[in-house]
T-cell receptor, first 114, second 111 residues
Framework: GAGVSQSPSNKVTEKGKDVELRCDPI?????LYWYRQRLGQGLEFLIY????????KSGLPSDRFSAERTGESVSTLTIQRTQQEDSAVYLC????????????FGPGTRLTVL | SQQGEEDPQALSIQEGENATMNCSYK?????LQWYRQNSGRGLVHLIL?????REKHSGRLRVTLDTSKKSSSLLITASRAADTASYFC???????????FGKGTRLSVIA
């Protein structure tokens, strides 16, 4: 079946602009995660949605970052007033309901802030 | 934090050799997973080992887990040039809680 998809694949923006990144999880997956990966680094957790529960926003680095999810489908990560340090690959993953949380990743969105 | 830390940071081997990567973590876990990443984009799940398991195999992959030492190893046997990638360990608690990833090992397999 279809995997996790993300759009756009690449985004170049100017400092101070807002950007929206989209994630389409695997159908039926109740959990959805956003991570950030700076060049040559590991994954940094940003936010996590589980079904209809309140999202875990503990990883968001500042109030410029926000995310929404419509039911158990599409999610949008919004970064307002982008800064150069926001440049990174933003990865989305989804996971089915279960005891073990194997995650399925999308290809990521590479964000470059000039 | 239960962050995993892989070592070495980088590993270069000849095709046909075995590659071993290690991961250490700090707190109790439910499971430990290994992922591969090509070209800095999406990660691919390789294998999951539960906290009550000590060893697991999948094809050319062998994973061990020592919960007393809070460490895991990933062995890739008979490596191929296509195995060139970054490998990450990730620790998980029960349910769908977010995984905590290490910084990864960059593996280069030279033909």
């Amino acid at each position: 079946g279809a995997g996790v998809s993300q759009s756009p694949s690449n985004k170049v923006t100017e400092k101070g602009k807002d950007v929206e990144l989209r994630c389409d999880p695997i159908s039926g997956h109740t959990a959805l995660y956003w991570y950030r990966q700076r060049l040559g680094q590991g994954l940094e957790f940003l936010i996590y949605f589980q079904g209809n529960s309140a999202p875990d926003k503990s990883g968001l680095p500042s109030d410029r970052f926000s995310a929404e999810r419509t039911g158990e489908s599409v999610s949008t990560l919004t970064i307002q007033r982008t800064q150069q340090e926001d440049s990174a690959v933003y990865l989305c993953a989804s996971s089915p309901q279960g005891y073990y949380n194997e995650q399925f990743f999308g290809p990521g969105t590479r964000l470059t802030v000039l | 934090s239960q962050q995993g830390e892989e070592d070495p940071q980088a590993l270069s081997i000849q095709e046909g050799e075995n590659a071993t990567m290690n991961c250490s973590y700090k707190t109790s876990i439910n499971n430990l997973q290994w992922y591969r990443q090509n070209s800095g984009r999406g990660l691919v799940h390789l294998i999951l080992i539960r906290s009550n398991e000590r060893e697991k195999h999948s094809g050319r992959l062998r994973v061990t887990l020592d919960t007393s030492k809070k460490s895991s190893s990933l062995l890739i046997t008979a490596s191929r040039a296509a195995d060139t990638a970054s490998y990450f360990c990730a620790t998980g608690l029960s349910g769908n809680t977010p995984l905590v990833f290490g910084k990864g090992t960059r593996l280069s397999v030279i033909a």
